[in-house]
């Protein structure tokens, strides 16, 4: 029996480091290009920045600190960061309402395809994914035509008498929310659609038999089942929003900026190197925050239903 044992102990631990053997080249690709690179930055936040940019290899705090606080060039007392703590805000602020706005107008469309012949459903999937077909920037600049002065939004208004002149639209928080929404809405629809296509619709139907209203349908009984698709459409859109460049930088005209921008600033024309990384630590720990969160609701569904 002992040497059954030991037999089966060492076959096991060969099967481990067989295991960790096929695993090692993935591992170290992820180490290399992901960790690594987060790393580099964690210590370039911990370094004196350099005269034309760089750093220089000796601790200091002056990165994190800079972060939220600043100091008078002339009597060097201290205060908030506001231009840091402003563009901090404004990105959660718009992602929060991207996250919202892509729910409202991507729960609709999910419903809809969900509740659609099967035969028919994937010709709704196939126009929903057509966006991504195309590049991030000139996906931008079609938002770009959509929404400028003499764009599509502004000549329709004219036309229609509501408005006498041109409504200011780009270069506003509101362009590169519209920007924002257009590009991230499918980020929403389709977690929402995988949850949807697999309600029973039968659930559905015996509320309406108890007498409930089409609210109390909704709110009771479709979005509790619908949940899981809810909290990964609003994560995948999130966190993407929270660190987008591409569509400030275009939209909001170089005013606006917002966390993505105010880092590539740093690393560019500001040449603070350990500013740039604090930020794109503050960054990371802000998405680390939102995958908490997901976590904890994850865990406290999965300890509702056992």
Do not use: C
Not at 97 to 120: C, D, N, Q, V, W
Not at 255 to 282: D, V, Y
Request: without cysteine; positive net charge; aromatic residues 14%.
């Amino acid at each position: 029996m002992a040497s059954a044992r030991d037999f089966a102990e060492s076959a096991e631990r060969q099967d481990v480091r067989r295991r960790w053997a096929l695993l090692s080249p993935a591992l170290v690709i992820i180490f290399f290009a992901a960790v690594g690179p987060l790393f580099i930055m964690l210590v370039y936040s911990f370094l004196q920045k350099g005269d034309y940019g760089g750093v220089r290899w000796a601790f200091s705090t002056d990165g994190w600190f800079s972060v939220f606080f600043q100091r008078d060039i002339f009597d060097d007392t201290l205060s908030f960061a506001d231009a840091h703590i402003s563009i901090l805000w404004r990105s959660v602020r718009l992602s929060l309402m991207t996250t919202l706005f892509t729910f409202l107008l991507g729960f609709p469309t999910a419903y809809f395809i969900a509740t659609r012949p099967e035969k028919s459903r994937d010709i709704w999937l196939f126009l929903i994914t057509i966006p991504f077909w195309t590049n991030l920037l000139i996906r931008t600049f079609a938002m770009q035509e959509v929404i400028r002065n003499e764009g599509v939004i502004n000549t329709a208004l004219l036309w229609l008498g509501i408005v006498d002149q041109p409504i200011q639209i780009m270069y506003t928080d509101k362009a590169i929310l519209f920007g924002m929404l257009y590009v991230y809405l499918p980020l929403m629809v389709l977690p929402l659609y995988a949850s949807l296509e697999k309600l029973d619709f039968r659930l559905v139907e015996a509320a309406y038999d108890l007498y409930a209203t089409r609210f109390q349908v909704l709110r009771r009984v479709i979005m509790p089942l619908v949940k899981p698709g809810i909290i990964a459409g609003s994560i995948l859109v999130f966190i993407p929003s929270l660190g987008a460049y591409v569509t400030p930088r275009v939209l909001g005209g170089g005013k606006n900026l917002m966390l993505g921008n105010l880092i590539e600033l740093q690393f560019g024309q500001g040449r603070n190197w350990p500013l740039g990384a604090a930020l794109s630590m503050t960054l990371l720990a802000l998405v680390m925050v939102a995958l908490l969160i997901y976590a904890r609701q994850a865990q406290s569904r999965s300890l509702r239903h056992g």
